[in-house]
């Protein structure tokens, strides 16, 4: 087939602010842990980054209760950084 490209030859390489990664494709927000509990469905190393839950330099309290939701679609939550 001459239709068919070559992965190679696609260059996915993205800038976001000052960070340089080599594809798009980012884990959703505290959904992929350490990377290691993944490996078995996904190789770590084929994505642009994982995207871990936010940190901040001092404690804070939290959202307050409910803070977990149960949709149609799954579940939602807000527990806030604490």
Do not use: W
């Not at 993944?38 to 995207?51: D, E, K, Q, S």
């Amino acid at each position: 087939m001459e239709n068919v490209i070559d992965q190679g030859d696609v260059d996915l390489r993205v800038r976001i602010g000052g960070l340089h990664l080599q594809n798009p494709v980012l884990t959703a927000s505290g959904t992929f842990g350490y990377g290691r509990e993944l490996t078995a469905f996904v190789n770590p190393a084929r994505l642009g980054g994982i995207v871990a839950k936010g940190i901040s330099l001092a404690p804070r309290p939290g959202n307050p209760p409910p803070r977990v939701v149960e949709t149609a679609c799954g579940m939602l939550n807000a527990i806030g950084l604490e």
